[in-house]
């Protein structure tokens, strides 16, 4: 493999034999004796048990703790920030494809094609300086402040809130950019289906065609898109998290990778497959309830 | 559509509330009880207190506040501090026998009494348990260890070792620390214990922690006088220690543009320009140019798989060095802002002095032979020339110019390098090399991005080469990566830093690993001599070194000459020292270290950083972030502030 | 319009672009920003500076008539950097897109149509590279093969996770038509397969494949940017991702060398939008619902 975990410790101020003798103990204790293949049998035998045996980074913390710590920040700032964005960009994005001839539709679909490709990491620094500094309002590093006890009183939730903000609206901005985008996209093609043309004819009230016919149609797709991104979440928002120093599954992640700890990148792989793939599950049995043109047999 | 109005509005008000509150990163305690210190590993996912194992990271607070050992050594002083121990060691005649006498009166944080049973039982847990940090070096050499009294701990060994008590010293960064007997000895499994919560035998204690890994909280023990610290120097002056990862750089200068953060660790010359144009109480080393501590114990240079031709040829080896134009690499890749490394060590203040400066004359005078001829390739001047042109860009150089770019370097002489190629086969056609094989002669360079220098060394040097007619590309990898090619031998030419300093003048410690007997072949990991130096004369040095005592005075005569093999052969081209912008704010704390009063070196990663902190002072009491400060007030306090230690 | 194809299809090609350029402002500043980063790109060729050496020119230097978007803070001229940096970028971006297209236009074509056995082995193959978590082994895999990451090479990486994407979307199109009643005439009335497929279903695929195509290339253009923060790219080759890179680690933004940052950022974002207008611009043109009501008409 490319990166050697015993090698690599090798960055460490210790005198020649010292490190002669703590590379044999590592080879030892991170089982990484014997051929790779030895070593594969024995990781699909543990994955099957649930084991995903232990940090190599921070051995010997098994890979399961060291994923529950991280996860439930991850999943505070993502599910928050990806349900705010798909919801106002869907919102927007609908009206605007269904007056895309109007010319604030154009202007706000200008905006957003401006806005969503901004390199995100430029984006994180203008927030950070203009909110973290400029006008010191929102904290710009951590998932809570240093003292404070993890409990479900007001104090501690407004301070959650708080150092989530910068994060979370630096993500809510991206993504309502995208949603939008496509959102106007599917409710303008939806615009000139047949029936939204009888509809209108029929002279049922504009607001009622928009959301009743337009919108409540084109959100199809975008339901399933809600469902894998949620799902991607498991990934973590990478670039987030190590911008403004959140605790979560992202920089795990990262770490994991330059440390080349193996063991760790399988598990939040495996975690993250899992929940992609239940994601999509519970999307298409939920996709009758959404769409009463679908059954299943 | 009701229904989404009234998230809408609700998530509105909560950015509302969010909006009337202030940002709150800091623990609520007075600014002026609390020193902020960048955590050097940035972030840990998992705190573990038990740094006897394998892996962990003791840097982030963990060394510096809750653990001690026998003895220190400052890097920059080269002052021995008495820890633990209440004298240096005594070895008996034939260095088989070591016995220590330790200080009277030092207690755990949790009332007990540090005293021999400590020592001994730290030692025996690790050859007991194979798998801890020190278990191999202690089951090597330790015949036997025993308590002759409450406050003497004796060493028996089992083959003579005048060093022995290095592994309790603290020469750079840590060291093995003493483990606390009566917690240990009840856990069942001693390498699966995380020392969760820590006992303490330095001057702080932990008060909370970060589980994501972000911060570290101490608080000084009520009791710190009954620790080392505290009977060496006295009281460490910040009440509250907190060691916590911002991010990136850029947030870390916001951070000490704010007085958030007082310590940060190296910053690229680039941010440390924007933080002294920002904070005015944001200083490094130098007063004034070029500001950056110089006194780190590691060069950088550039290294040769020595295995790989054609870089096992010494012409070769001497070619690329003389291809260089050092002064140009310092000016225009590190806007003159380096020390210079001529011989294979780091230059720092106390090596200067024992190797850099005696040396000088030999350097001027030697030769290398290029066909029929001999070259002096010295050239003492480099430094006043950086000088010379420091001045012109309007910088002021307080210092002589040796004390701050170091003795100088070798000559750039791309047409004394091109005779040493062609000498041995190399051809030039078009300003292109050719191997003598007649393939184009390529050079890929790795270097670590994550450690900006490296990669700036090899974008520079790379620059240098290309000028000169060698294809040369850098090649950036991450840590892991950068250090694992280290240590197979997986690269031609690396921009590491090999070369190493230490407070003392024994440098057997450091330069024993360039023994020929660490060799091992490409594409097997080495844990030292990773360029695979095979030289008989350099091995032969290193082992009359082993057996002469840290204080024989031939020792220094064996160094010079082991550094004199270096020159001859160039197994590694070393370049520069390891500059850093440790940047610290002096608008809560004053009193750092400084090059107008060196009195400690500032790393504050190191467990030598306990020291260091009864020195500081605050600058006035009780003090609040918010409130604004007159410089007529800074100035009163200065003259309140400037008790130096010297 | 059809007519007119058959007569010429290079002049028809024309007539048409023409067109949308006097009728679609949006498509119009799309199309002439991309041809001038194509000249921009072709200017490249004749750079007084080569790309990777540093120490060039002064450094820090605000834009002037010398240096049109000044100097960075290591002795390059922004303005010859950024002309590699397009290329490279647009190289990497359609590197991406041409092999994802292709990929995925057969596989889901395949699938489509087929059916059965193939479908699912397909469409299970295509599910896997969907749920497989992209960033951390692109992280990973950019990470390995960096002694042998190049602009080509990172293209290649990235097409990998972004075919599925398209196979899936072209499958269910294709399922779609099938059931379509101009596909039952056209069988009814004795068309063989190939003959349906080719002039009646791909006029309806071709514009998403070519919507696709742009996408792929935004996205593809969007991840180096992202792994370039990591400094997990070429990074001595410009691009916008690296020149992102580089102006970060100098502190160009804190230090007042807007040139340096913005021209990256800028041009990421006229990029960006220039391409979606074009693609917005050939999706509105080759409308499948239009198209289907002229096919109808000409029925």
Redesign the interface.
């Known amino acids: 493999m ?3 975990r ?21 080879t ?2 991170y089982g990484l004796k014997g051929s790779v293949f030895e070593q594969y049998v024995k990781f699909w035998s543990r994955l099957l048990h649930g084991d995903f045996g232990p ?7 098994p890979v399961m ?2 994923i529950s ?2 996860i439930p ?1 991850t999943l505070g700032l993502l599910v928050m920030s990806v349900f ?1 964005a798909w ?2 960009g869907n ?1 927007i994005g609908g009206i605007a494809g269904y007056f895309s001839e109007k010319r604030w539709a154009k202007v706000l679909s ?1 905006i957003a ?2 806005i ?7 984006m994180a ?1 203008i927030l ?2 203009v909110f ?2 400029l006008i ?8 809570f ?3 404070m006890q993890p409990s479900f009183s007001f104090s501690f939730i ?1 301070d959650l ?2 150092h989530a ?1 910068l994060p979370s609206l630096s993500l809510i901005i991206v993504g309502t950019g995208w949603w939008f ?1 496509s959102m106007k ?1 599917l409710s303008s ?1 939806t615009k ?1 289906e047949d029936y939204v043309q009888y509809a209108e004819a029929a002279g049922i009230p504009q607001s009622k065609i928009l ?1 009743g016919y337009v919108m409540k149609n084109s959100m199809l797709p975008q339901f399933t898109n809600l469902a ?1 991104s949620l ?2 979440v ?2 973590g928002a ?2 987030t998290e ?4 959140y ?1 979560g599954i992202g ?5 994991a ?4 700890d193996f063991n760790l ?1 399988m598990g ?2 495996v975690f ?2 899992f929940a ?2 239940s994601a ?1 599950l519970v999307i298409d049995l939920l996709y009758p309830l959404i769409d009463p043109r679908v059954r299943y047999r | ?1 009701k229904k ?1 109005w009234r ?2 509005l609700f ?1 509105a008000l ?2 509302m ?3 009337t ?8 305690v007075p600014r002026g009880d609390l020193l902020i210190v960048d955590a050097l590993h940035g ?4 705190t ?1 207190f038990n740094i006897w ?3 962990t990271q003791a840097g982030n607070g963990i060394q510096q506040a809750l653990m001690d050992t026998l003895w220190y050594v400052d890097p920059t002083s080269g002052e021995w501090i008495n820890a633990l121990a209440a004298e240096p060691p005594i070895y008996n005649e034939d260095a088989t026998v070591m016995t220590v006498k330790l200080r009277q009166g030092i207690y755990w944080s949790d009332g007990v009494e540090f005293t021999a049973d400590d020592v001994v039982f730290t030692v025996k847990v690790q050859i007991e348990n ?8 202690f089951s ?1 050499y330790v015949k036997d260890v025993y308590a002759k009294d409450k406050y003497t701990v004796v060493f028996e060994l089992k083959k003579p070792y005048p060093r022995f008590h ?1 592994f309790f010293n603290v ?4 060291a093995c620390y003493i483990m606390p007997k009566h917690i240990f000895e009840k856990v069942e499994d001693p ?2 214990f995380d020392f969760n919560p820590p006992v303490s035998l330095g001057p702080y204690v932990l008060k ?1 922690y ?6 570290w ?1 101490f608080e000084r023990r009520e009791d710190w006088q009954r620790t080392s610290v505290g009977m060496v120097y006295g009281r460490p002056k910040p009440k509250y220690l ?1 060691f ?5 750089e ?2 870390k200068v ?2 000490q ?2 007085h958030q953060l007082d310590c940060i660790f190296d910053l690229t010359p680039e941010a440390w320009d924007v933080l002294r144009k920002r904070n005015k109480y944001s200083m490094v080393w130098y007063e004034d140019f070029p500001w950056a501590w110089m006194d780190d114990v590691a060069a950088r240079g550039l290294c040769f798989n020595l295995t790989k031709f054609p870089y096992n040829i010494k012409q070769v080896r001497w070619a690329l060095t003389l291809a260089i134009d050092i002064k140009d690499v310092i000016i225009s890749g590190f806007n003159g802002i380096e020390r210079l490394a001529p011989l294979h060590e780091a230059p720092t203040t106390a090596f200067m002095k024992y190797f850099d400066k005696p040396l000088k004359e030999w350097l001027e005078d030697f030769t290398i032979q290029v066909g029929d001829e001999q070259f002096k390739p010295f050239d003492p001047t480099i430094p006043e020339q950086i000088a010379e042109w420091a001045k012109d860009q309007g910088y002021n150089v307080t210092m002589a110019p040796e004390d701050i770019w170091g003795i100088g370097w070798w000559k750039y002489a791309p047409d004394v390098a091109e005779k040493l190629l062609k000498e041995v086969g190399f051809t030039k056609k078009d300003g292109k090399w050719y191997l003598p094989n007649g393939e184009p002669w390529k050079i890929t360079l790795v270097g670590l991005p994550a450690e900006i220098d490296s990669a700036r060394l090899a974008f520079a040097v790379a620059d240098q080469w290309r000028k000169f007619g060698i294809e040369t590309s850098v090649e950036t990898v ?4 950068f ?2 090619r ?3 031998g997986d690269f031609d030419v690396g921009s590491y830093w090999p070369a190493s300093a230490s407070g003392i003048a024994d440098i057997w ?2 330069y ?2 360039w ?1 020929k007997r ?1 060799v091992v072949p490409t594409g097997q ?1 080495a ?4 360029i695979r130096w095979t030289n008989n004369i350099a091995s032969d040095i290193i082992d009359k070194m082993a057996t002469l005592k840290p204080d024989d005075p031939r020792l220094m005569e064996l160094s010079r000459d082991l550094f004199k093999v270096f020159v001859e052969e160039m197994p590694y081209i070393c370049t520069v020292i390891n500059k850093k912008f440790n940047a610290y704010d002096q608008y809560v704390w004053t009193n750092f270290p400084s090059a107008k009063n060196p009195y400690m070196s500032t790393a504050w990663w190191w467990g030598t950083f306990k020291f260091l902190l009864p020195f500081l002072n605050f600058y006035c009491t009780p003090f609040h972030t918010t409130r604004s400060r007159s410089d007529d007030y800074k100035q009163s306090s200065v003259l309140w502030c400037t008790v130096s230690r010297r | 319009m059809i007519e007119r194809k058959r007569e010429n299809p290079v002049k028809a090609f024309f007539v048409i672009l023409r067109d949308m350029i006097k009728y679609n402002k949006g498509f119009a500043f799309g199309f002439f920003f991309i041809m001038l980063a194509l000249c921009l790109t072709f200017l490249s060729f004749f750079s007084p500076y080569n790309p990777k050496s540093w120490n060039v020119v002064p450094k820090d230097l605000p834009p002037s008539l010398k240096h049109l978007l000044g100097t960075n803070s290591v002795g390059q001229d922004v303005f010859w950097l950024l002309t590699f940096a397009i290329g490279n970028s647009f190289l990497l971006g359609s590197v991406t897109a041409i092999i994802a297209s292709t990929v995925g236009t057969i596989v889901g074509l395949v699938a489509g149509y087929k059916g059965g056995i193939a479908d699912r082995i397909l469409m299970s193959l295509n599910d896997t590279f ?8 692109l ?2 895999l950019a ?2 093969l960096r002694e042998n990451l190049n602009v080509v090479t990172m293209g290649m990486i990235l097409s990998v996770f972004s075919w599925p994407w398209g196979g899936r979307q072209i499958r269910a199109m294709v399922l779609s038509l099938r059931e379509r009643e101009f596909t039952y005439t056209a069988d009814s009335s004795g068309m063989n397969t190939f003959k349906i497929v080719f002039k009646e279903h791909f006029p309806f695929i071709i514009p998403w494949v070519m919507a696709n195509f742009i996408n792929t290339i ?1 996205w593809s253009i ?1 991840m180096e ?2 792994l370039a ?2 400094g997990l790219s070429s990074l001595e080759t410009p691009t ?1 991702g690296t020149m ?1 890179y580089w102006s ?1 680690q100098y502190q160009a ?1 804190f230090r007042g060398i807007w040139w340096w ?1 913005l021209t ?2 800028v041009l ?2 006229l ?3 220039s391409l ?2 074009v693609s ?1 611009g050939i ?1 509105e043109f080759l ?1 499948p ?1 239009t198209r289907l009501q002229r096919i109808k008409a000409r029925g």
């Open positions: 490319t990166i050697n015993v090698a690599s410790y090798g960055a460490q101020y210790l005198d020649a034999e010292t490190l002669e003798h703590l590379k044999q103990t590592l030892d204790l940090s190599l980074a921070m051995f010997p913390t703790e060291v710590t991280s920040w705010i919801l106002i919102f200008v094609a401006t969503y490709p901004i390199p995100y990491y430029f620094l950070i300086i973290g500094y010191p309002v929102f904290p710009i590093i951590g998932g402040s240093i003292g407004v809130i708080k903000f985008l996209a093609t000139s959301f894998l799902g991607g498991f990934n990478l670039v190590y911008f403004f120093a605790p920089q795990t992640l990262y770490m990778v330059t440390n080349g990148m939040i792989s993250s497959i992609i793939a999509a | 559509m989404f998230v809408l998530v909560i950015g509330l969010t909006l509150l202030t940002a709150q990163v800091l623990p609520k972030r840990l996912a998992k573990d194992k394998p892996a194979p798998g801890f940090n020190y278990s191999g070096p090597t290095n020469l750079i960064y840590g390498l699966k909370d970060d589980k994501a890994g972000y911060w909280f907190l916590i990862y911002y991010g990136p850029e947030k916001l951070a543009a704010q991450e840590a892991g990566v250090w694992t280290w240590s197979l410690p450091l024993q690993g023994h660490y990991a844990s030292s001599n990773q | 969907i749920v497989l978590p992209s960033l951390p082994i992280i990973f990470f390995s935004l969007g940017v992202t923060v990591f916008i992102i970060t933004l940052v990256p950022v990421a974002v990029l960006f939008v979606f207008f917005s999706t409308d619902r």
